[in-house]
């Protein structure tokens, strides 16, 4: 993760870009240590005992709603990123169960939720001064007019092309994940077979039949 947000300077060769990157690991390191102790915290009050698999997805709840603001917000706003964001997964979580939706690694309520969150808080948090300005993917510095001065009132406009990014993503995703899987699901090969599960892919399916040997 540090990689890919630390990385995402495309570069370290002046001052500016050390600091952006500096900034970006500070707000990566507090969104995932508060992600997963939101969740873990919230799973000990719900479960009344520690789920260490729950603290795990916190953790990547909280570093998937900082990715996309990791390098226009304070440490301050990614704190508060991620505590909405560990939330966010816990409820997404629960009302997937509820729903009898599939998912049992919570794929969807970390990345499909906390995504979607993570990219409306990078336009609803910038750093931009007193909510007006904007600074987006300019990093340290706000979006400029022609004549070099910073535009006011464009926050709003940056936070609704965000929503419509959600949007665009969520219906490009679901039309081609349809093409693929809808035939699949007519087909009878989409869902594993009640012996094959019984079993365990492991044993059923791979080679060697486990996966890990405890010796």
Known sequence: WYGFNCGSTLGLSTLAQ?????QVAMNTTVAGAT???TVFMLRLCLLKK???GG???GVL?????ITAGCGNVSSGSAFAIAILGGCLYQGCSMLLRTLKVDDPIDAFAVHGACGAWGTLAAAFFD???DFDHYHGWSGFSCVIDDNGVC????????????????????LWVGVFTALIFAPLRMGGLLRASDEVQEAGFDTAKHS???AYTVS
Do not use: H, Q
């Open 50 to 52: 520690y789920d260490i």
């Open 127 to 129: 750093w931009g001064m």
């Open 55 to 57: 603290f795990c997805n």
């Open 208 to 210: 060697p039949a486990k």
């Open 151 to 170: 535009i006011d009132g464009i926050r709003w406009k940056g936070l609704m092309a965000n929503a419509l990014e959600v949007v665009t993503i969520a």
């Open 61 to 65: 709840a909280g570093l998937v709603s």
């Open 18 to 22: 050390g600091m952006m990157a500096a």
């Open 35 to 37: 992600g997963g102790l």
